[in-house]
């Protein structure tokens, strides 16, 4: 039984008068939950996806009511789980104004928001011809749902022709169990099905069917957009697709057990210096299933225990370097978290019970049988595993001897508050800073050739000491967890080759100031 609640006017948004009027009724189950099962891969770093959990629980019909549902919140962080059923389209999806949202008709709209799980109800809620957009957020999970016939071309149009797409500055995304289909390529009106750029990164597919179009989807818009990456594949089918299966340009991704049927042009196109660690996979009628394609800028794979069935492979050329018909290694990918891994041989079986809405959540137990969601499937650790860090000590503030790398290196980041710059932090310069646009963020310093590095200094600008709280060293090649601990100062780790080191600030009390991050 359930209790069915309209949405009530409240002062934190005129959300709820909007969907009262238009008679939007959300339902809350009497015991509710959030998704089912818990994020895998690359969903797990950079502090976990856990979506909603933890919020309210909604029920929600048509599109104008789960924009209504982001828009009643106390905040656009106060965490929501939104429980979907039936069909939503263009008919249903309006625009919801709020303070906790950012929404606009015609897609669904996850925009400056966060802690959000959509989870579709029983065999799957149905997004007709409607994309979901996902731009500057972080922890959402998109569960159980299809995604079909997303135009960018004809009528009617939604979210430039992407199924599901990522853009600036998305953080920590877990789809799962999803179904994402058009009816063609580009000529028809479609674009990808599944696409991230504009520094999105943390982000898991898993358990999902991508089929019967032009692109499957890819990692970065343009050769020069790198700034993406650290995304895991793995168990999913791709079925009558192209090209793009993934697309990478730059970044790191990690493809393991996922079943690919009729890739028509190519696969998984590695360019523009990205690392693919390709796992495990079944590759049957396909033709170029993995390599460089298209480009003349490479980029680099690491393939083990794969099955190639049925796969043709083309001759190399300038802009086409592909991976057959005798793959090899031709670079080395650590991988961050514990995973199982399934025989390449039961791939197409276990996959074929697996993905997709509609399969009952089931997943694979690691040993190539499908299980309840609910169970802890048995994990092997990666081909190359990396280290848990023993976390740092808050460190003591003093001046380390040698050269600051910093000096003369690039830098990007999360996020930036009005009038501070990323570049600040590595100028020499105790006057000028960074902070990010909230209370959380992160700033790296990046140099273009692997530096090794064993000792950061993080110095605050005046009137801002002891404002950085909790923190984390990442090694921003692979996602690893350096160090993690509390306060400003010198902080030491294991000497590290890497391109780039990340400060992510992950609490603090008033506004992070960070003058200097001094690398030695």
């Not at 040993?367 to 994990?379: H, Y």
Request: hydrophobic letters at 30%; aromatic letters at 6%; a neutral charge.
């Amino acid at each position: 039984m359930r209790r069915t609640v309209a949405l009530r006017l409240s002062a934190a948004s005129a959300a709820i008068a909007l969907a009262s009027a238009a008679g939007i009724v959300l339902s809350m189950p009497e015991e509710a939950s959030a998704a089912t099962g818990s994020a895998t891969g690359y969903a797990t770093q950079n502090g976990g996806t856990t979506g909603g959990a933890g919020g309210q629980t909604v029920r929600a019909t048509t599109g104008t009511a789960i924009h209504a549902a982001l828009c009643s919140r106390a905040s656009s962080s106060t965490p929501i789980v939104i429980q979907v059923e039936g069909t939503i389209n263009h008919g249903n999806t309006t625009k919801v104004s709020g303070a906790s949202c950012n929404t606009a008709a015609g897609v669904i709209e996850l925009k400056q928001i966060s802690n959000v799980t959509i989870v579709g109800v029983g065999s799957g809620a149905v997004f007709d011809q409607l994309g979901i957009h996902i731009r500057e957020s972080r922890n959402i999970i998109i569960q159980n749902v299809t995604v079909r016939n997303v135009k960018k071309s004809g009528s009617p149009t939604s979210n430039g022709g992407d199924a599901i797409g990522m853009e600036s500055d998305v953080r920590n995304v877990w789809v799962d169990h999803a179904t994402l289909e058009a009816s063609g390529g580009e000529s028809e009106g479609f674009d990808g099905l599944f696409d991230m750029k504009d520094n999105t990164q943390y982000v898991t597919l898993s358990y999902s069917k991508l089929r019967n179009s032009g692109r499957g989807g890819l990692i970065g818009s343009s050769e020069s957009d790198v700034s993406n990456g650290y995304v895991t594949f793995h168990h999913n089918l791709y079925q009558n697709i192209d090209s793009r299966a993934p697309l990478l340009r730059g970044g790191t991704a990690h493809i393991y057990n996922n079943h690919y049927v009729s890739l028509n042009e190519s696969g998984i196109n590695s360019r523009a210096g990205a690392k693919a660690k390709v796992d495990n996979n079944y590759f049957e009628d396909s033709k170029d299933v993995l390599g460089t394609f298209y480009t003349d800028q490479a980029g680099y794979w690491q393939v083990s225990g794969n099955v190639f069935d049925n796969v043709t492979w083309s001759s190399p050329g300038s802009e086409n370097r592909p991976a057959g018909p005798n793959p090899q290694s031709n670079t080395t990918v650590s991988i961050p978290y514990s995973y199982a891994l399934d025989a390449a041989s039961c791939v197409p079986g276990v996959v074929s019970r697996t993905a997709g809405a509609g399969t009952g959540l089931q997943v694979s137990n690691g040993n190539c049988a499908p299980t309840s969601p609910t169970a802890s499937p048995t994990t092997t650790p990666p081909t190359t595993p990396t280290p848990t860090p023993t976390p740092t000590p808050t460190p003591t503030p003093t001046q380390p001897g040698g050269t600051n790398l910093s000096l003369g290196a690039g830098a990007d980041g999360s996020s930036k508050a009005s009038g501070t710059s990323y570049g600040n932090v590595r100028d020499g310069d105790l006057n000028t800073y960074w902070s990010p646009a909230g209370a959380t963020g992160s700033v790296s310093v990046k140099w273009g050739a692997a530096t090794t590095v064993s000792r950061v200094n993080i110095k605050e600008a005046s009137g801002s000491v002891g404002s950085i709280g909790s923190w984390r060293v990442l090694n921003a090649d692979n996602g690893a967890v350096l160090a993690s601990g509390s306060g400003a100062g010198l902080i030491g780790f294991p000497q590290t080759s890497l391109s780039k080191v990340t400060f992510e600030i992950t609490g603090s009390t008033g506004t992070p100031k960070v003058a200097e991050f001094e690398t030695y």
